[in-house]
């Protein structure tokens, strides 16, 4: 068995125990060691948790919010009564009598 694999992350030799292990790979440890596998998941989760989702209101009591969703709902409607009669077309037969 070999002592020393190459890191695919950072292309260095490394000995075998600076590998985590792997039961599905080949040789049974992971492509890249343990200090760059580190590093991928530290960036990994703080670019995520900087990805905070977008609201250009302070909280949705905000008057200026209040009046866009008001002007939204007077231009387009609710929007809850809408139903799509498009969908079941063809899909039922009518009864003849």
């Known amino acids: 068995m070999k002592n020393n694999k190459k890191c695919n992350f950072c292309n260095t030799i490394k000995s075998i125990k600076e590998f985590h292990k792997d039961r599905t790979a080949a040789d049974k440890h992971t492509a890249r060691c343990i200090h760059c596998t580190k590093l991928y998941y530290k960036n990994y989760y ?36 809408w139903i799509d009669k498009s969908r079941n077309q063809g899909r039922y037969k009518p009864k003849r009598g």
Request: avoid cysteine; aromatic fraction near 22%.
């Open 46 to 81: 703080y670019k995520k948790s900087s990805k905070q989702p977008y609201f250009p209101y302070k909280s949705l009591k905000d008057p200026k919010y209040i009046k866009d969703k008001m002007d939204l709902f007077r231009e387009s409607g609710n929007g809850w009564w």
